[in-house]
């Protein structure tokens, strides 16, 4: 904690302190509003009569926009970076959230879902790659910083949603647009500062310092890269089955309220925003490899336990499971990003977009699955994910490098 409290004061004072916190209170509105549609699933289902297959094919169409796109987006934008990326995504989430409020069948559900995972793919590796360049140096700690937001709002949209939306119905949903305006409000002091920014780094384009040299070579970069997606894989297989059927699983198995649930999924989002904000700082200290190897691999107990518990022992296996993935989120899209040092917005839309690629094709196939079988085989099935974080033992230590 004091090495954290210190890297707080001292980054503080740099210039671009305000410019960060915008980006965490950015990415915060965002997921907030991302974590709208699996928070409301429950509704959507009785409103709708939907089969947990049908809500997979939901998420798996949001997450097919949210993360396709991804790649060209980060890739576009490395080649022309443009100051109007951020509102212009939240444009979409917020033209999709309106959609969702009012959408009563199953296409217009998917038209909906798809304008808001569209919002989250221009978002995402636009939002990351500035708060790269925005750290000074301090990326891990930076990366923290951003990704704690999105945690944050991924944890308070389900319990928002459990107040305002369940007790009304679910066009109370167009109220998140409020959450939407103060992320129209955050986003300019981001485009003045990314505008100043972008003018002078063409002033000084004749000097400007030369590619930087990547640490391993392309064999081997590539090698790294199939290891980094099999952890990815891993890791977001267990988050899709927590995300979008925990408060399925806990009405079933302990006949709790849909509000009941709604504020125990808060309890494991928490527990993703408390380890993302250690993993990155551990990560500058000590290193990516030793972070995405204890924090994939540590899941396993907690998941594997979970379904054994009762309510509150599950409660406690779900916070801890959570902390534990969650603090290898930030290490691991740096360790990537120090994989191609040139390529940052490229890196962080292939690192979002898969990870939403593989929760999105992972929740149709769960859903699926618990329709054959049932919500807890689910969960039976899922708790091993975890121990393929042994794979991490294959990753070169960059930072010895």
Known sequence: ?????????????????????????????????????????????????????????????????????????????????????????????????ILFAWSMSMATVLVSVFLVGLGSSTLHPEASRITSLASHGRRGFAQSIFQVGGNLGSSIGPLLVAFIVAPHGRRYIAWFLIVAAAAFISMRSICRWYSGYLAETRAHAASASPRLPRPLSTPLTIFTIGVVMILIFSKYIYMASLTNY?????????????????????????????????????????????????????????????????????????????????????????????????????????????????????AAILGHFADTYSIEAVYNFCAYMPLLGLIAVFLPNLKSR
């Open 246 to 362: 925990y408060t399925f699983y806990l009405i079933d198995r302990f006949g709790i309220s849909i509000k009941t649930s709604q504020i125990l999924l808060f309890v494991f989002l928490a527990a993703t925003a408390i380890g993302t904000l250690v993993g990155g700082p551990v990560g500058d200290r000590y290193g990516r490899k030793p972070v995405i190897w204890a924090s994939i691999l540590g899941a396993a107990p907690f998941s594997m336990a979970m379904p054994h518990c009762g309510l509150t022992l599950t409660v406690v296996m779900s916070f801890g499971a959570g902390f534990m993935l969650a603090s290898a989120f930030p290490a691991i899209l740096l360790y990537t990003q120090e994989l191609l040092p040139n390529k940052l917005g490229l890196v962080s839309g292939l690192f979002f977009g898969f990870a939403f690629g593989v929760a999105g094709v992972a």
């Open 1 to 97: 904690m004091p090495t954290f409290l210190s890297k707080l004061k001292n980054i503080s004072k740099e210039a671009t302190f305000p410019v960060l916190i915008a980006l965490c209170a950015v990415h915060c509105f965002n997921d907030l509003l991302q974590s709208v549609v699996s928070a409301v699933y429950p509704m959507l289902k009785d409103d709708l009569n939907l089969s947990f297959g049908q809500i997979g094919l939901i998420t798996l169409v949001y997450q097919i926009s949210s993360s396709v796109f991804q790649p060209v987006v980060g890739l576009a934008f490395d080649k022309r970076p443009f100051v109007g990326s951020l509102p212009m995504g939240m444009v979409f989430s917020s033209l999709g959230i």
